[in-house]
């Protein structure tokens, strides 16, 4: 059967597909059998509309295989992959104010920020990916849909599956669940959307995605106080809002107005973050504030609200980031404040 079945494929090289290779290159031969001088095998094309280009061919591999010593019937049947179900993402929110909080999620927790620049995407894939490594289950929803960056810093790129046509199918990276608009769209192309698309893709990316049981969702929101903060808040009902921002007083500004957002929502605030709050030199060690001190610490203390965490700004962080390897999953200083911060939120119930 061996030196047949090589005979035949140095055959069926010879027989070139009509975008380029041939049929044992591609690797479209399936099934072969060879019994009592009859040779049956499959031919599996790619797409449904590439075997309808593949007939003639096909009947070319019928009569290559009948040429062989001592064969006296051929039988060469075409098939091709199904093509998966399209779920297309962007349409009108539907159900009115239904719920659309999936089910089997411990807490649902909002990362948010008043304004862009201040690394919220990258807390909340860090802190995802530390809870995780804690042992809990976790998701990561990216609802920044003007801007979705948690494919890069998740190192993420295929696009997820979607069997029915109906339910997705989310990724895994580093032991977390993501679902991310930048998963499902061209990366190059602008999401040109208005308010009603906006939230209808933010009802189907926590509504119809698989998430299973988890311990903690990671919502990382997109910046300011628009339609989809107002629609996670109002229809998915967060256990809690953590809040980013960057000591100097011009980011506080609008990190002021997010909490003022939640609160009027009767969304829970579990507390601030301070995000870049000092550089420490690799060569001397020294500590630089470059954004300024101490600004949210002062903040939360005057809303009666914990600092959960202040958190450096460094190289390897950012570097980690595009690499799509966020640096929790290592154990340098910001892994284990990452780390540090995990397990707070979790002594609290949040995770």
Same mark, same amino acid.
């Given at each position: 059967?061996?030196?047949?079945r090589?005979?035949?494929?140095?055959?069926?090289?010879?027989?070139?597909?009509?975008?380029?290779?041939?049929?044992?290159? /591609?690797?479209?031969?399936?099934?072969?059998?060879?019994?009592?001088?009859?040779?049956?095998?499959?031919?599996?094309? #790619?797409?449904?509309? $590439?075997?309808?280009?593949?007939?003639?061919?096909?009947?070319?591999?019928?009569? %290559?295989?009948?040429?062989?010593?001592?064969?006296?019937?051929?039988?060469?049947?075409?098939? !091709?992959?199904? %093509? #998966?179900?399209?779920?297309?993402?962007g349409?009108?929110?539907?159900?009115?104010?239904?719920?659309?909080?999936?089910?089997g999620?411990?807490?649902?927790?909002?990362?948010?920020?008043?304004?862009?620049?201040v690394?919220?995407?990258?807390?909340?894939? @860090?802190?995802?990916?530390?809870?995780?490594?804690?042992g809990?289950?976790?998701?990561?929803?990216?609802?920044?849909?003007?801007?979705?960056?948690?494919?890069?810093?998740?190192?993420?790129?295929?696009?997820?599956?979607?069997?029915?046509?109906?339910?997705?199918? #989310?990724?895994?990276?580093?032991?977390?669940?993501? $679902?991310? =608009? *930048?998963?499902?769209?061209?990366? !190059?192309?602008?999401?040109?959307?208005?308010?009603?698309?906006? $939230? *209808? %893709?933010?009802?189907?990316?926590?509504?119809?995605?698989?998430?299973?049981?988890?311990?903690?969702?990671?919502?990382?929101?997109?910046?300011?106080?628009?339609?989809?903060? +107002?629609?996670?808040?109002? /229809?998915?009902?967060?256990?809690? %809002?953590?809040?980013v921002?960057?000591?100097?007083?011009?980011?506080?500004?609008?990190?002021?107005?997010?909490?003022?957002?939640? /609160?009027?929502?009767?969304?829970? =605030?579990?507390?601030?973050i301070? @995000?870049?709050?000092f550089?420490?030199?690799?060569?001397?060690?020294?500590?630089?504030?470059?954004?300024?001190?101490?600004?949210?610490?002062?903040?939360?203390?005057?809303?009666?609200?914990?600092?959960?965490?202040?958190? #450096?700004?460094? +190289?390897?962080?950012?570097? &980690?980031?595009?690499a799509?390897?966020?640096?929790?999953?290592?154990?340098?200083? &910001? &892994?284990?404040?990452?780390?540090?911060?995990?397990? /707070?939120?979790?002594?609290?119930?949040?995770?």
């Open positions: 059967m061996n030196d047949f090589s005979e035949l494929e140095a055959r069926l090289r010879h027989l070139e597909l009509p975008d380029g290779g041939d049929l044992i290159s /591609r690797d479209m031969v399936r099934a072969l059998t060879e019994e009592a001088g009859e040779v049956r095998f499959v031919i599996e094309a #790619p797409s449904p509309e $590439m075997a309808r280009m593949m007939e003639p061919l096909r009947a070319a591999a019928e009569r %290559a295989a009948l040429s062989l010593p001592g064969v006296v019937r051929a039988r060469v049947v075409l098939t !091709a992959q199904a %093509a #998966p179900p399209v779920l297309k993402l349409q009108h929110p539907k159900g009115g104010n239904a719920s659309i909080r999936p089910e999620i411990g807490a649902l927790l909002a990362v948010a920020s008043g304004k862009g620049g690394g919220k995407s990258t807390v909340a894939a @860090n802190l995802a990916v530390a809870l995780a490594r804690q809990r289950r976790v998701g990561l929803l990216d609802a920044d849909i003007h801007g979705p960056s948690q494919p890069r810093m998740m190192g993420l790129s295929a696009r997820p599956a979607s069997p029915d046509g109906t339910r997705i199918t #989310p990724l895994e990276a580093h032991g977390v669940k993501v $679902m991310s =608009i *930048g998963l499902m769209l061209d990366p !190059a192309k602008a999401v040109i959307w208005r308010g009603p698309m906006l $939230m *209808g %893709a933010l009802q189907q990316m926590l509504a119809q995605v698989d998430w299973g049981d988890l311990d903690a969702l990671i919502v990382d929101l997109p910046p300011g106080t628009g339609d989809v903060q +107002l629609t996670l808040s109002q /229809r998915a009902r967060p256990d809690g %809002a953590i809040i921002s960057t000591p100097q007083d011009v980011a506080l500004l609008d990190a002021r107005k997010a909490m003022d957002m939640f /609160r009027t929502l009767e969304v829970p =605030i579990l507390g601030m301070e @995000n870049m709050s550089f420490t030199c690799p060569d001397c060690g020294h500590e630089a504030h470059v954004f300024g001190h101490g600004g949210v610490k002062h903040e939360a203390e005057g809303l009666g609200l914990p600092l959960l965490a202040a958190l #450096p700004i460094d +190289l390897e962080t950012r570097l &980690a980031g595009d799509g390897c966020p640096v929790a999953a290592g154990d340098s200083p &910001a &892994a284990r404040a990452y780390g540090e911060l995990a397990l /707070r939120l979790i002594r609290e119930g949040h995770g």
